[in-house]
């Protein structure tokens, strides 16, 4: 039998906890979790979390539209101490490679043939921002680590997607006497558009669908995610519901105790810093046509790959491709090294599969063909019938595929 370990840095599994509101749900069923999609029976399942927990009826009962992110992460952190293989409190520090895999943490210095790399994403910070970051100026993925004071002030949040409406109505939703005073909402969309979740935009979400896509052209990967951006990047219907219902309160409920701001279809040419806050110069096309100065700056605008330093040892042996590590079809990284010793990676491939690698969608499938990988067989999960639009030729599809983002499409 294989032999595996998994290490983790937290000591209890936490999923972006920073970010993590009261109100905040899923984009994705519940069905799509660690292992449903490729084992329903598995005791790791989130049904059987609910079961275990004595609350599966409750949870039928209470209909959400989506599971709480909240109470997501108590089903990882249960998955995450209910497995003997889980090694928490184990940070990576350093990986080389001297005939297999060293791999060094706080703890030990251990032995690998293969290595599989999940470290999700960083936060973006845009250029005009950087230098700035602090107490004042944050991006979103820390806000409930920094819990600025921004009652009485004025806070400007960047970035039109999800994460840029979560901030706001969390920011609405404080008690009164915490409550900024004025809020804008600076967006590079023309307008606040929703996530397109439609039976048919889901099957760019199926198995199937990301081998084909990892077998198009470079460009017409390009042109095909920018064609169906929305189908990741906009904003859940019931967020944008609350968002006009918070709205609709602070203008005809609750005149005068916050003020909030759009102001949609401008881009942050600038930043400066102006005494304990920053003017944020806005931009629409080429010409700088306003100017917006706030006490606290939230950046909602979004993740990045990044190589982790930990492979820094060996990051001139792996082969790169528009800022990600280059994958063959099993998700392992294309490097000089032997053949049977592989670095897999997990949810860092975006321009090579598609929308659907960082998301929650195919987790289970790609964990299941790493581990196929690994103890060299062929794929077992029982397989699903072709897509619907499988007879649709994507490759010979008339471009161009683009509208602007924000546009219909």
């Known amino acids: 039998m294989l032999e595996a370990l998994f290490l983790d840095r937290q000591v209890d599994l936490r999923w972006h906890p920073a970010i993590t509101f009261e109100s905040s749900q899923l984009q994705v069923s519940h069905f799509e979790d660690l292992v449903t999609l490729v084992n329903p029976r598995s005791a790791y ?32 952190n249960w998955a995450f101490h209910r497995n003997p293989l889980v090694h928490g409190g184990e940070t990576a520090r350093e990986i080389c490679f001297e005939g297999e895999f060293r791999v060094r943490t706080d703890n030990a210095v251990r032995g690998a043939r293969d290595v599989v790399v999940g470290i999700g ?79 048919f935009t889901n099957e760019l979400f199926m198995s199937c669908f990301s081998d084909r896509l990892a077998g198009m052209s470079e460009s017409q990967r390009k042109l095909f995610l920018r064609r169906f951006v929305l189908a990741s990047d906009g904003i859940s219907e019931s967020t944008l519901r609350a968002t006009y219902q918070a709205l609709y309160r602070h203008t005809f409920l609750e005149p005068n105790e916050c003020e909030i701001t759009l102001q949609p279809g401008y881009k942050v040419s600038r930043c400066v810093n102006v005494g304990a806050g920053h ?11 306003g100017e917006v100065t706030a006490d606290i700056v939230i950046l909602a605008t979004g993740y990045q790959n990044a190589l982790p330093d930990f492979l820094e040892p060996i990051a001139d042996r792996l082969e790169q491709i528009d800022n990600e590590l280059a994958i063959c ?3 392992s990284v294309r490097w000089d090294g032997p053949r049977d010793r592989r670095i897999f990676v997990q949810n860092a491939s975006l321009g090579q599969r598609g929308l659907v690698d960082p998301s929650l969608s195919l987790l289970a499938w790609r964990a299941r063909r790493i581990l196929d990988s690994l103890l060299g067989r062929a794929p077992c999960a029982k397989p699903e019938p072709p897509d619907f639009i499988s007879c649709t030729s994507i490759e010979r599809w008339p471009g161009p595929l683009a509208p602007e983002r924000g546009q219909k499409i």
């Open 45 to 76: 399942t989130f049904v059987n979390y609910l079961h275990e927990h004595g609350r599966l009826y409750h949870f039928l009962n209470a209909q959400f539209e989506a599971v709480l992110r909240s109470e997501f992460e108590q089903y990882l």
């Open 329 to 331: 079809e099993d998700f």
């Open 279 to 289: 003017r944020l110069i806005l931009q629409r096309g080429m010409e700088d046509v």
């Open 121 to 199: 994403k960083q936060a973006q910070i845009p250029p005009q921002f950087q230098g700035w970051t602090g107490r004042n100026l944050f991006h979103s993925s820390a806000l409930l680590d920094i819990h600025p004071e921004v009652g009485k002030k004025h806070v400007c949040v960047v970035g039109g997607g999800q994460s840029g409406a979560e901030v706001l109505l969390h920011l609405v939703g404080l008690p009164k006497e915490l409550r900024p005073r004025l809020i804008t909402w600076v967006s590079q969309c023309q307008i606040y558009v929703p996530l397109d979740n439609s039976p």
